[in-house]
């Protein structure tokens, strides 16, 4: 943890904790309830100069946010004719057949996808890797090319994952040479200063391309050199959460480094391609554990610098740093805190509660209100029934209901990485009332 001087006592964690979630939205134009808002200057005396800047900054979490890993080799030929046969299931217009295009290796299910990406017609993905695979003609292409997602580099680290990874690509043909394709590496922090008051003058950069991003009215960060080698991000990480990703197992992840719910929670991210690791000697995912701190510290002292601008002093690099990018440059990079188990990080993609029991509420809800139920239990049971006489009837339909449920249970199981054994004539009416009545 790192901080400037406080200017406030810090929010008690059960405040801290309601606040959570219900964050509104902050930014020049719609200021956060949440959000405190510093002013840029101390009065002036013997000790401050007039552009002194008093503020709070806490790092909670520093880490490897995703990574891109290539291997050299062939595919196996046999391999590349079973995925083309999973991927004619995956594109397939009949729900039955898409639920084939799944394939387990080890402990992972994935879904083999129905799409390609250029070059790589083949892409199998679950919550911990997206695999691309090249076919086994395309000699002078990488066999695979895998982005570890962040949640199980978050729990887990890389030490722990990347030999999970090299074991299951070894699967699908002659793998060598393993290098980096891409890293990106972060700092989730807090700060009470107002980071929608800095403008570009504030930044001393080595690209061109700075943008100040906002989502409406609503500001949410700034991002620098889009395009090239070495890309930056600064931006509103929990307000992304919440509107965007849902990646909410960074909350406990930031408790760990004395997170109390303040918001906003920012992140500093540093994108680097292979053209920009190699210039620091990084080929290989071995190469990475010596070298994290020296490339955030070169980021953060060389390439990109927030600063205090003096009108006093017409010579921008000898403006004072910033007291919030100074406690980001105090930030290091340490293996995992208490590191999970590898399977303790789940494989499989699943909806979020939200979607399930709020957005999923939807056609029940609106099948009571529409026959006047008031009773979740009538109105579940009455639910199901009609829902099996309206597909008896249905036109758009070959299928029953039984039949419809098993569809549509496969599809899902497939996206989201499970494994399902159904019996169809468990899903029908007649079966639901046995279970509800205990026969």
């Not at 922090?189 to 690209?207: A, E, N, P």
């Not at 050199?225 to 992304?240: C, F, N, Q, W």
Request: glycine residues 6%; proline residues 5%.
């Amino acid at each position: 943890m790192s901080s400037c001087k406080k200017t406030s006592q810090t929010k008690s964690r059960d405040d801290a904790k309601a606040r959570v979630g219900t964050q509104n939205p902050s930014g020049p134009a719609a200021p956060s309830a949440h959000t405190e808002t510093v002013s840029e200057g101390a009065p002036l005396s013997n000790t401050a100069p007039s552009n002194y800047i008093d503020c709070e900054t806490k790092v909670f979490r520093t880490g490897i946010d995703s990574l891109y890993l290539s291997w050299s080799g062939d595919l196996f030929p046999e391999i590349e004719s079973h995925f083309d046969t999973l991927k004619d299931f995956a594109q397939s217009t009949q729900p039955g057949e898409q639920a084939k295009a799944v394939q387990p290796i080890l402990d992972h299910q994935f879904e083999l996808m129905g799409y390609g990406r250029p070059r790589f017609p083949f892409v199998l993905a679950d919550n911990w890797f997206d695999i691309q695979l090249s076919r086994s003609t395309a000699h002078s292409m990488p066999l695979a090319v895998a982005q570890i997602r962040s949640e199980v580099l978050a729990n887990s680290g890389p030490d722990r994952v990347i030999p999970k990874l090299e074991q299951i690509v070894s699967k699908f043909g002659e793998a060598e040479h393993q290098k980096i394709s891409r890293l990106d590496i972060c700092a989730d922090f807090y700060t009470d200063h107002d980071l929608s008051g800095l403008d570009v003058i504030d930044w001393i950069t080595k690209c061109d391309a700075i943008v100040k991003r906002y989502s409406g009215k609503r500001f949410t960060g700034f991002s620098f050199g889009h395009g090239g080698p070495i890309v930056v991000r600064l931006y509103d990480k929990a307000y992304e959460i919440e509107k965007k990703s849902g990646k909410t197992f960074f909350y406990p992840l930031w408790a760990k480094g004395g997170w109390m719910g303040e918001l906003p929670v920012f992140r500093l991210e540093f994108q680097f391609r292979r053209e920009a690791l190699k210039e620091f000697g990084i080929e290989c995912a071995n190469d990475l554990n010596d070298k994290l701190d020296g490339l955030w510290q070169y980021c953060c002292q060389k390439w990109l610098r927030l600063v205090v601008p003096n009108p006093a002093d017409s010579v921008q690099t000898r403006w004072p740093i910033h007291p919030v990018w100074e406690a980001l440059q105090s930030a290091r990079f340490t293996d995992v805190k208490n590191p999970l188990p590898l399977d303790r990080s789940r494989k499989e993609r699943l909806p979020s509660d939200e979607s399930m029991f709020v957005q999923g509420m939807w056609g029940l809800t609106t099948f009571m209100a529409a026959r006047g139920i008031k009773d979740i239990e009538t109105g579940f049971r009455e639910y199901i029934v009609s829902a099996a006489e309206h597909h008896k009837t249905r036109k758009s339909s070959e299928f029953s209901f039984a039949r419809y449920l098993r569809n549509a249970l496969e599809k899902k199981a497939r996206k989201f990485n499970k494994r399902l054994d159904l019996d169809e004539s468990s899903l029908s009416p007649e079966a639901y009332k046995k279970a509800r009545d205990g026969e």
